[in-house]
């Protein structure tokens, strides 16, 4: 092997050698923080919801299951249950509480609650249950602002429950209030 070639090997060789100690260097630092996703509200997963909320309850369930998926599955959420709730007095709320991340909680990505909602005293009639969740609400568990989600949002399910299995007798209501085919004495808005 001529001086040229030894030249030009050695050459390669230092190259390469100062490539991999540039190469090692830029490896070796530790990585920085991962950026945080921003807030974002917690979703019901409707579909798989229990009992159908599609469909009116003729009994009133022991409990409701409701599937919550949320953006950072670590992140905690509160959930508030309602009967009949009404926005001019905040009235309705039966129970409230607190989810927070559990690995064993997650069902395919979705964090699965089980509320269990009282049953009204009057179940002769019809009403509204309605579950809520967010990351946090405007207020505590009573008035309107416990029904209030904050930033970022929040989502809510509902199910209309009727003696009869159907909204037959039910109070209907429309823009201006309850409909004159709701009758009185029929216990004010479902």
């Known amino acids: 092997m001529g001086r040229r070639a030894r030249v030009t090997v050695g050459a390669t060789a230092c190259v390469g050698v100062a490539g991999a100690l540039v190469f090692a260097c830029i490896i070796a630092e530790p990585p920085g923080a991962l950026p945080r996703l921003p807030a974002s509200r917690p979703t019901i997963v409707r579909s798989a919801a229990v009992p159908p909320p599609s469909t009116v309850l003729g009994t009133f369930p022991e409990k409701f299951v409701v599937p919550v998926e949320l953006a950072d599955p670590t992140a905690s959420f509160r959930w508030r249950a309602f009967v009949d709730y009404n926005p001019l007095t905040g009235a309705g709320f039966v129970a409230g509480g607190e989810s927070k991340f559990d690995r064993a909680s997650l069902d395919g990505g979705a964090r699965v609650l089980e509320i269990p909602v009282p049953p009204p ?70």
């Open 121 to 190: 005293p009057d179940l002769d009639r019809c009403h509204v249950v309605e579950i809520l969740v967010a990351l946090r609400f405007a207020g505590e568990f009573e008035g309107k602002q416990a029904h209030t989600p904050e930033e970022p949002g929040g989502d809510n399910v509902s199910w209309f429950y009727s003696p009869t299995g159907d909204l037959e007798g039910c109070p209907k209501i429309d823009a201006g209030g309850l409909s004159p085919e709701a009758g009185a004495g029929e216990g004010g808005p479902p």
